[in-house]
């Protein structure tokens, strides 16, 4: 995964598994997203979504899952570009998985992991605020 893949704007669509091979082998992926189920959230995080993989995986841009998957995503569903890459696929027990290990992270566990200057030596936030 390369830092052009995390993601500004992630909207989340609940599929069946018989339409993941459907998904991936269209090049108009999003549109039949769209005709076919319905959004389940929208997750405005704009510029916070690399600080916050950052705090849950301690790798700027890589991870091991289950909690990269709340960033990165899992299984590319084909190859055409949203900006960020392709839409990704993680499947229920994925999802299953994912939330048992966010309801282990504790906010005082982020907040120890937080280091400004580590976010700025791994260009987390590259020259978007100065050290005044």
Do not use: C
């Not at 916050?52 to 990165?72: M, N, Q, R, S, T």
């Not at 949203?82 to 005082?108: D, H, M, R």
């Not at 200057?117 to 005044?132: C, H, Q, S």
Request: proline share 7%.
């Amino acid at each position: 995964m390369t830092k052009r893949h995390i993601f500004k704007y992630r909207k989340y669509y609940r599929i069946r598994d018989e339409d993941r091979l459907r998904f991936s082998l269209s090049k108009s992926v999003l549109k039949i997203a769209r005709k076919t189920r319905k959004t389940i959230l929208t997750n405005r995080q704009g510029l916070a979504w690399p600080g916050i993989h950052f705090l849950l995986i301690g790798d700027p841009w890589g991870g091991e899952p289950p909690l990269k998957y709340v960033v990165l995503g899992g299984e590319a569903l084909g190859e055409e570009e949203f900006g960020y890459g392709p839409p990704q696929y993680i499947t229920p027990e994925q999802i299953i998985e994912t939330a048992k290990s966010l309801s282990e992270v504790s906010i005082n566990e982020l907040r120890k992991r937080y280091n400004p200057d580590r976010f700025f030596d791994e260009e987390i936030y590259p020259k978007i605020w100065d050290e005044g």
